[in-house]
């Protein structure tokens, strides 16, 4: 564990060519290090700034007098800061060179490289943030489309902190109730009393059950959603790729076997992160590369969350159309007739219990069709895009509501068998705990080393 005592500095622009870079310190020697760099035209100190002011200057290496770049350097004084310990930003020119030697001058001078995500590890720590909110600043990096940004934004703003705060007062009040049955045996908890917690256990319980089933569809705006797109060659996957995504990204050629590598690219359905995956059509291929093209298909069909089947409507469907229908059964698929400008008067679907489409890649027919019933798989709640009701988003949290709610379920259940109290207040603690691990209450340092080697160096 590193002292929190000590001042750590890192580079919190992306690496290569930028208008500006920035080089960040935080901690108790930020100012007193900034300064031993820093030579502003009046020979102004940074130590002698006001807070959240701009300083204009240079860098310069106090070591023989040699200037590194032009700056502005912004001071800003504990507590009102990201960390809130004392932080200075250097607004360099963005390039690499004079990035790296104003890091490698702020280091020979005390400060300490930061680790991934430490600065905002010492938000957390020094209680400006709880743990989902911190979880939330790297969400909100990592964020594909404007509803995982909204969603990781609301928990960043403490949308999920309140509502874990107000389900633990509520457990903590029917806590302090069955505690007090306890500290005063004589009064044995009447009828009313009992059945009246039981109640306020069971409306907390129904609330846990909710946020926790979110997550199923939560979890698809925060990881993205995978979909490969399969089929017999020149059925016209690659096609259907460009098509949704509106550009050019796969080769497509009346050849059969044209593509050989998966193909991906994101895709926003309202608000939905997608990966799709353009694959190699499936055959008994005639040399290695294409083989080795089939085999990947094959392994991207197995670990999609979706699949988009596609048979040609222009002609009937043979047996490798049937036999890869049969594929994709049991899994979220879509069966996607494409060609239908040019359909064939034979052509049929089985009829199989799958969706099914008919579209064309070449004229964009279906193709909006194809999008809303992708969103409607991974969405069957019906959660529209402007929905700003609260949804759990990560797998740690949902994880944690399921073991409060264990726990919970246990002291109801306790209190109907007419356990001794003592049980019923156990499995009630529990439940507090579980869900103040949700917001940092309750860590390990493991957990917090995990969730933080997520971020980047700098943030
Ligand atoms: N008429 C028609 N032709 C299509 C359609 N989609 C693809 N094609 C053609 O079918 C051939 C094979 O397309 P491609 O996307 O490479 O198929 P893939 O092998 O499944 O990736 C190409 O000549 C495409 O122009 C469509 O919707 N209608
Ligand atoms: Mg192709």
């Known amino acids: ?68 770049d032009e700056v502005l350097a912004t001071v800003m004084r504990a507590p009102k800061t990201y960390t809130m310990e004392d932080v200075v930003e250097f607004n360099c020119h963005g390039g690499m060179l004079p990035l790296r030697e104003a890091l490698h001058l702020l280091l020979r001078e005390g400060a300490r490289l930061a680790e991934p995500g430490e600065f905002t590890k010492r938000a957390f720590l020094n209680g400006r943030i709880d743990l989902s909110q911190a979880e939330a600043v790297i969400d909100l990096i990592k964020a594909k489309t404007d509803r995982a940004e909204r969603l990781a934004l609301q928990q960043l703003e403490g949308g999920l902190s309140r509502r874990i705060t107000g389900l633990r007062d509520r457990i903590t009040d029917t806590c302090v109730h069955v505690e007090a049955c306890i500290d005063f045996p004589e009064d044995e908890p009447e009828l009313t009393i009992k059945d009246e917690i039981i109640g306020s256990m069971r409306a907390i319980g129904t609330e846990l059950k909710e946020l926790s089933k979110g997550y199923d569809e939560g979890r698809f705006f925060r990881e993205g959603v995978s979909a490969a797109i399969i089929g017999k060659p020149n059925v016209g996957k690659s096609s259907l790729l460009n098509a949704l995504l509106e550009k050019d990204r796969a080769i497509v050629t009346d050849m059969p076997g044209t593509t050989r590598d998966v193909v991906e690219d994101l895709l926003n359905i309202n608000g939905l992160p997608l990966r799709i995956m353009d694959t190699a059509g499936i055959r008994d291929a005639c040399n290695l590369a294409e083989m080795e093209g089939v085999k990947r298909s094959l392994k991207a069909l197995e670990g999609a969350d979706i699949v988009i089947a596609v048979v040609d409507a222009g002609s009937p469907l043979d047996e490798a159309d049937r036999e890869l229908l049969d594929k994709v059964r049991h899994k979220r698929a879509v069966v996607l007739a494409n060609k239908c400008d040019i359909e064939a008067a034979d052509f049929s679907l089985p009829d199989m219990g799958i969706n099914c489409i008919r579209a064309s890649a070449l004229t964009g027919e279906g193709l909006d069709a194809l999008k809303n019933r992708i969103y409607s798989l991974c969405i069957s709640s019906g959660a529209s895009q402007d929905t700003e009701d609260l949804m759990i988003t990560n797998e740690r949290h949902k994880q944690s509501l399921d073991r409060a709610l264990a726990s919970l379920r246990d002291a109801g259940e306790s209190l109907e068998r007419s356990d001794p109290l003592e049980v019923t207040a156990i499995s009630l603690r529990e439940a507090l705990d579980a869900l103040g691990a949700i917001v940092g209450l309750i860590t390990t340092e493991d957990i917090l080393n995990r969730i933080f080697s997520e971020f980047c160096i700098g943030k």
């Open 1 to 68: 564990m590193n002292s929190p005592d000590d001042t750590i500095a890192a580079i919190s622009t992306p690496t290569g060519e930028g208008g500006i870079g920035i080089v960040r310190l935080s901690g108790r020697d930020a100012v007193r290090i900034a300064d031993r760099i820093f030579s502003s035209p009046k020979s102004r100190k940074l130590e002698g700034s006001r807070s959240h002011t701009v300083n204009y200057g240079f860098l310069v290496d106090p070591a023989g007098g040699r200037r590194i």
